[in-house]
């Protein structure tokens, strides 16, 4: 009897040993996990920030204020999903709209509640654009702020900007297509044809051009700011509004504008794990760290304020910056029993288009719809709804917000449109590169 005892105490204390190793081991096997986690996330951020030297060169010259910062260093990638709402500032006491829903909606940024983001190791500049650099780049008549803009009722070009023109302020006045043009140029003088991002063709071989935007080289969009025929630069057979498509090979090493997701992700700092995230404006939660002041409205340098966390300057005010991704918004009016009704539908970002193995959104550019093809759905629609008030807002996506816009429209999770050919004095861009 005794034997058996000691025998079933030593099976329970080999048992316990056992178990207590397991359970250990699996506690080790966590803390590793979690010391590796921390060590890759270390090492990650680490790596992120300001490049030293990394001004751009032309024809000989450094150009000013035209350095990068690594935003996702090469050889990783950042994963981003969040299962609600939280990580989304609200201001229950600011009235964005009368259409409040359809605000709230555009709060959710690039990384909504439940989208699952994967990014791929960018660049990007710390800089918006200067005057400089495109005059550099796209020749010394480029400069369309220089002209005015065009009264048709006086059939001149006004010439009330010049305030605005100093080298190191940001380049304004240029539309989405004029955007992509000058980074396919200035890829072109400092990396070569075969690193060129943009073409007019889906399968990429024909690099995007003015002759494909249907813009002549050194004036006015046409019809993109109302021009009338009495504008001596207006020519019918050059319209911006039948401007050939513009397709991106993201993979190239040239540069490009920034996906909406890179840029949310990089005026948020960079770390979806810092408080910094969460904020507002561009890594700070007091409007004064950013150019915008109601009372005292007008394009500033592009050094103006302080940086954020990964070295950005003005990535809240300033000018609103283009993004590359279509902006399409189905929304409208409709008739229901003789009455017209407003609704809001959604945005479009096709991301089931974009999905890599894993199930994630790799580097979404919106969405994949030709402006052929949103015009005869827009058609469509105002057949079906009974109304023209119905129909899809495209063009580009703009963020940031500028000096002149609404404090909310400064928020860094907050979307905005610009149509292709839109141009404006708060309307500018920065540039991005794959690594």
């Not at 990089?266 to 915008?292: H, L, Q, V, Y």
């Not at 109601?294 to 302080?306: A, M, P, R, T």
């Amino acid at each position: 009897m005794k034997c058996i005892r000691l025998f079933i105490t030593i099976i329970f204390i080999f048992f316990s040993f056992s178990c207590s190793y397991v359970l250990s081991d699996s506690d080790n096997s966590k803390q590793n996990n979690k010391n590796e986690a921390d060590y890759d996330r270390n090492s990650f951020t680490q790596k992120q920030g300001p490049i030293t030297d990394s001004e751009i060169v032309i024809n000989g010259e450094k150009i000013p204020y035209t350095s990068r910062s690594v935003v996702i260093p090469e050889g990783y990638h950042e994963d981003l999903t969040f299962v609600n709402e939280n990580h989304i500032y609200r201001d229950s006491k600011i009235n964005v709209s009368e259409d409040y829903q359809k605000n709230v909606h555009r709060f959710n940024g690039a990384f909504p509640p439940g989208r699952k983001v994967r990014l791929s190791a960018f660049e990007m500049s710390r800089y918006e654009v200067t005057q400089k650099l495109y005059k550099s780049v796209m020749g010394p008549n480029s400069m369309k702020l220089s002209m005015g803009q065009w009264d048709s009722t006086q059939e001149k070009f006004l010439h009330n900007y010049d305030i605005l023109i100093k080298e190191n302020n940001p380049v304004v006045w240029v539309c989405f297509y004029e955007a992509v043009i000058f980074c396919n140029k200035l890829t072109e003088k400092t990396m070569g044809k075969n690193q060129i991002v943009y073409y007019a063709d889906q399968d990429c071989t024909i690099p995007y051009s003015y002759e494909h935007a249907r813009i002549k080289e050194g004036q006015p969009a046409n019809k993109a700011n109302g021009h009338k025929s009495t504008d001596p630069t207006y020519d019918p057979n050059w319209d911006v509004q039948d401007a050939l498509e513009v397709y991106i090979d993201i993979s190239k090493k040239g540069y490009r504008l920034p996906t909406e997701a890179e840029w949310e992700y990089a005026a948020r700092g960079g770390n979806p794990n810092a408080p910094e995230w969460n904020m507002r404006f561009s890594c700070t939660e007091n409007k004064d760290d950013i150019w915008w002041d109601e009372y005292d409205k007008g394009l500033k340098q592009v050094h103006s304020k302080n940086p954020n966390s990964l070295g950005l300057y003005n990535m809240s005010g300033n000018v609103s910056e283009y993004c590359n991704d279509k902006y399409v918004e189905k929304w409208g009016t409709y008739i229901d029993n003789g009455k017209e009704k407003s609704t809001y539908i959604h945005f479009e970002f096709d991301d089931e288009k974009y999905l890599d193995k894993d199930g994630y959104v790799l580097n979404p550019l919106g969405c994949k719809k030709t402006n052929k093809e949103l015009l005869e759905l827009k058609a469509i629609h105002d057949v079906k709804y009974q109304t023209s008030s119905w129909g899809y807002y495209e063009g580009r996506v703009s963020k940031g917000g500028s000096y002149y816009t609404l404090e909310h429209c400064c928020y860094v999770f907050n979307r905005e449109q610009a149509y292709d050919t839109f141009q404006d004095t708060e309307l500018g861009f920065r540039i991005c590169r794959t690594l």
